[in-house]
């Protein structure tokens, strides 16, 4: 039986998140998977320990290594990493904070609460992800 | 077998509020709960108001909780219930009128908004519109619906939010969206393309359990989400 094409609906926000959403929780494990790559090829197998290397999977930042026994920290530094640990950031926030959005909008109809509720996730995620990305250009 | 009955009770013209009773009766194995509720009504407590019609399952007017799950009364019966009290209380997420009767308006409503019909405006054809059985099994499993409400009444984004269009309209939905003669597919989309549209389920499974027709419901939402996001009819 061939697919028949329909025109789609219109984008909106909860399309757009909605796509988000499964679209970032893909893209979370394959940076994750870059970086535990990376780290095994620049020698973490032998020079640092477990705990250490899970902790650059998840956050590729340098004072993530600088306890361990790598010898140069120069190409655990850079912009490449400091991109990644933003990628990072911003997928991982708005994943999690678009969930509170779904949660607080199951119970609260389009009105003033729905508005108070969508604006405070808001400005918290935007606090959250300017303060990170502060850090990690800093550290 | 003797089975305790526990009822929810509610007459908004009295002040006893809502409350149970608990009747004990005499019950074969093979009696269905819809039996216990007439037993009540015809031999106990003749004020004991329920719906029902059919008494066969095709109807779906008897849904109610039977034990904490949604269930059609004349479809469970007493020797398949792990205990001997049975605890019967209305749907839940729809006002309640009186003991078991809720107000469907809501639901019906929401059923009404998806556009539950055939749409296609072309003329015609002498004698029938075409479509191989191919075609006509891809929506197979969401005709068998008969708007009992049971999927919709135990889906906890409904119980919190009544403007959720709800699994029972969208499966209606997914009825005509697949099916291959009708052409008015992308205006359903639209139309579930919403805040109170597909996206406030949460696929967790409540509806597909609760169905008495076992119609894969979170499975043809799933479907209807995948349609709205690729903008094809698989």
């Known amino acids: 039986m061939q697919s028949r094409k329909v025109p789609q609906p219109g984008w909106n926000l909860e399309y757009t998140m909605w796509m988000f959403t499964r679209l970032s929780g893909l893209a979370l494990p394959v940076l994750g998977l870059i970086g535990i790559t990376a780290a095994l090829v620049m020698g973490a197998r032998t020079q640092m320990d477990l705990g250490t290397l899970m902790r650059w999977t998840f956050f590729p930042n340098v004072s993530h290594v600088t306890s361990s026994n790598i010898p140069d920290y120069v190409p655990w530094g850079g912009a490449f990493w400091q991109i990644m640990q933003i990628m990072i950031a911003f997928f991982g926030f708005t994943h999690g904070f678009n969930g509170l959005r779904v949660v607080a909008e199951d119970y609260t109809n389009p009105g003033f609460w729905q508005v108070f509720w969508r604006g405070i996730i808001f400005l918290v995620w935007l606090f959250s992800l300017l303060a990170v990305i502060f850090v990690i250009i800093n550290s | ?234």
């Not at chain 2, 219930?81 to 605890?87: E, G, P, Q, R």
């Not at chain 2, 209606?172 to 992308?186: E, K, L, T």
């Open chain 2, 1 to 234: 077998m003797e089975v305790k009955l526990k009822v929810f009770r509610y007459n908004p013209e009295d002040d006893e509020g809502k409350h149970f009773d608990t009747f004990t009766l005499e019950a074969e194995p093979t009696d269905r709960v819809l039996d216990l509720l007439e037993q009540v009504k015809n031999y106990v407590d003749g004020t004991l108001t329920f719906r029902r019609s059919c008494a066969h399952g095709v109807c779906g007017s008897d849904a109610i909780r039977i034990n904490g799950v949604n269930r059609l009364a004349c479809k469970v019966l007493v020797q398949d219930l792990k205990s001997k009290t049975v605890k019967i209380e209305p749907i839940l997420g729809l006002e309640v009128e009186k003991d078991l009767v809720v107000d469907m308006e809501p639901f019906f409503r929401h059923y009404k908004s998806v556009l539950p019909y055939f749409v296609n405006d072309d003329p015609p054809p002498m004698k029938e519109r075409l479509q191989s059985p191919e075609e006509r099994s891809r929506f197979d499993d969401t005709t068998k619906c008969i708007l009992c409400a049971s999927c919709t009444t135990s889906c906890p984004s409904f119980w919190i939010n009544e403007e959720y269009v709800g699994p029972s309209a969208i499966v209606n939905a997914h009825r005509f969206i697949y099916d291959s003669r009708d052409q008015a597919a992308a205006e359903r989309l639209e139309i579930l393309n919403d805040q109170f549209g597909v996206y406030r389920c949460h696929t967790i499974f409540n509806c597909t359990d609760a169905c008495p027709r076992e119609i894969e419901v979170t499975k043809a939402v799933g479907e209807v989400k995948k349609a709205i996001a690729t903008g094809r009819l698989e």
